[in-house]
């Protein structure tokens, strides 16, 4: 296969967690479509991913991320109450992620003690 070929891949499956050494998520896709025949069974690749930025993105404190779901999500707070929404994990450091969401800058989330939440929950804002 030349180099700079594009092919389209879907994503088969992704780790349930991040692992603590790396700080990265295993990840397995599958070709779509038709594809060279020079790509056989057992064939090594490279894949370089891209997409396109739809959403802004946003640095949150770790103890905000929830991994429960099917995905990485935050809790929002909203009239005293909390939901999950999904996120898009972009970067992580020793304190904060770099998160991409649907969410206007200053929303309410819940920092610590994402584990203990379900959705609907009532809660209330200590500190802001």
Excluded: C, F
């Amino acid at each position: 296969m030349s180099s700079g070929e594009q092919l389209a891949l879907s994503l088969r499956e992704i780790a349930g967690a991040a692992d603590p050494g790396s700080r990265s998520w295993r990840a397995r896709y599958s070709l779509e479509g038709p594809y060279p025949s020079s790509l056989t069974l057992g064939s090594v690749v490279s894949v370089r991913l891209t997409q396109k930025q739809t959403t802004a993105s946003h640095r949150v404190p770790l103890g905000a991320l929830d991994e429960r779901g099917q995905t990485p999500q935050v809790w929002l707070v909203s009239d005293g109450t909390v939901n999950p929404l999904a996120v898009e994990v972009i970067d992580l450091g020793e304190e904060y992620a770099q998160i991409r969401a649907d969410i206007n800058a200053g929303t309410p989330i819940v920092a610590l003690g994402t584990h203990l939440l379900t959705p609907g929950m009532a809660v209330q804002e200590l500190a802001r």
